[in-house]
């Protein structure tokens, strides 16, 4: 079992930076892989960044490539989600997630435990 808290998000203007954390309860932290998504208003949720056991594998969605950066400290049983150039259309609810599989990549069926979400507005 796993208790998954977010933190990090608020309100910015266009072009600025945030720093998201994805704090996780137990020690077993290192054997999950773990994941980033968020939904905005009125749609799915979706994909954002993606990151395994070691930190040494990571995968983003194609829109945040080159501004977002997934890491995690697993001795602070911890993951981090750098955003930098945030633009209007990062605006969502930012959940992370944790898998049990090896990569869970960017499927949403393979994420076992959720948080809550914290909030980010990217105003224009």
């Known amino acids: 079992q796993v208790q998954l808290v977010e933190s990090g998000g608020g309100l910015v203007q266009a072009g600025g930076s945030l720093r998201l954390s994805c704090e996780a309860s137990?020690?077993?932290?290192?054997?999950?892989?773990m994941g980033w998504f968020r939904q905005g208003p009125g749609k799915e949720r979706e994909f954002v960044a993606a990151?395994?056991?070691?930190?040494?594998?990571?995968n983003y969605e194609d829109s945040v490539k080159g501004r977002f950066t997934i890491s995690r400290d697993n001795a602070k049983t911890t993951m981090y989600l750098q955003m930098n150039s945030l633009k209007p259309e990062d605006t969502a609810l930012y959940y992370c997630?944790?898998?049990?599989?090896?990569?869970?990549?960017?499927?949403?069926?393979?994420?076992?435990?959720w948080g809550q979400g914290t909030q980010v507005t990217v105003s224009s």
């Open positions: 137990g020690r077993t932290f290192s054997r999950y892989s």
């Open positions: 990151i395994d056991w070691s930190g040494g594998i990571t």
């Open positions: 997630a944790a898998s049990s599989m090896y990569f869970g990549g960017s499927y949403r069926q393979r994420y076992d435990y």
